[in-house]
């Protein structure tokens, strides 16, 4: 299984857009997209499956975008429900799984075994002193940034310089260049 987690600077960042594009752009990972909240969206259930890609939830977008699955999952204990939903989608006829985990707190660990790729993107606009603190944790661990909404580099708070960032224009959600990145990360194995 490839896993690409996309964390990111708040809403309208554009983590979903980014997640959309990488799973167009790369159909030849069987998807599973997981959207984390910290929000109760449907009451009685920690856990929701998107059925309906016209739905203008992300997780219909993502769907619409070519995931195969779509979940919505509160942060923590909830999330950890899904593990056992990745059984079946491990032996299903996809020669490479990809999942994709929209989230600032949770990192999947517990999904990938040896020898699985994970790659970490941090999708960031704004202003840095209103991020969450989480976020800068979350950028320090992703492998590349992704600046949107016409945030430059000379913005980056001090502990991200260095790191490896992708520039986008305003509307924009993919490059080449940003494709080449995720597609050598998480097929290296292949």
Known sequence: MAVLVVSGSGSGAGKTAVG?????????LCWTAVKSTSHRYYPGSSIWEEHNPASSKDTGRYLAAGAQ?????????????????????????????????ESNSLVPD????????ELGLAILNG??????????????RADALVLTGGFCCDQLPT???????????????????????????LLRKS
């Open 110 to 117: 517990w999904l990938l075994l040896e020898g699985e790729e």
């Open 159 to 185: 502990p991200l310089h260095g790191k490896r960032v992708f520039q986008m224009l305003p509307g924009q959600w993919s490059s080449p260049e940003l494709l080449d990145f995720v597609r050598k990360g």
């Open 20 to 28: 959309c594009a990488m799973i167009r752009s790369l159909p030849e």
């Open 127 to 140: 202003i840095p002193s209103n991020w969450k603190p989480s976020l800068l944790d979350c950028a320090l």
């Open 69 to 101: 699955y779509a979940f919505l999952a509160e942060d923590g204990a909830a999330f950890m429900k899904l593990e056992s939903s990745f059984v079946p989608l491990r032996s299903q006829d996809c020669a490479r799984p990809g999942f994709l985990l």
